[in-house]
């Protein structure tokens, strides 16, 4: 069974930075597409980050892009989202989720995920 340990949401304000954690197993970590999804009240779930672990490979939303940045620690399996300058409209409640390498790349929404963590909440204050 697949388990996702998200950790390092909070409240801060505009232009400050933030770094989410997501803890999972050794061969998850390696082999899986793990994502960073965020929803904000009223709104869908949706993508914000995604690495390929066969490949590498990242995608970011074109609102993050800049800003937000992934990163893999293969000592700890731990997937890092560093979140820069942070804006009040990126408060939500941050989501991160596996699928099964294969998976279709890059990912486009919740539908290809299959395993998630319980979320951490990120508040942004104007």
């Known amino acids: 069974q697949v388990q996702l340990v998200e950790s390092g949401g909070g409240l801060v304000q505009a232009g400050d930075s933030l770094r989410l954690s997501c803890t999972t197993s050794?061969?998850?970590?390696?082999?899986?597409?793990i994502g960073w999804f965020r929803q904000a009240p009223g709104k869908e779930r949706e993508l914000v980050v995604a690495?390929?672990?066969?490949?590498?490979?990242?995608y970011y939303a074109d609102g993050v892009k800049g800003r937000f940045t992934i990163s893999r620690d293969f000592v700890k399996n731990t997937l890092y989202l560093q979140m820069n300058s942070l804006k009040p409209e990126d408060t939500a409640v941050y989501y991160c989720?596996?699928?099964?390498?294969?998976?279709?790349?890059?990912?486009?929404?919740?539908?290809?995920?299959?395993?998630w963590g319980q979320g951490t909440q990120v508040t942004v204050s104007s």
């Open positions: 050794g061969r998850t970590f390696s082999w899986y597409t």
């Open positions: 690495v390929s672990g066969s490949s590498g490979s990242t």
């Open positions: 989720a596996a699928v099964q390498p294969g998976s279709k790349w890059p990912p486009v929404g919740q539908d290809e995920f299959d395993y």
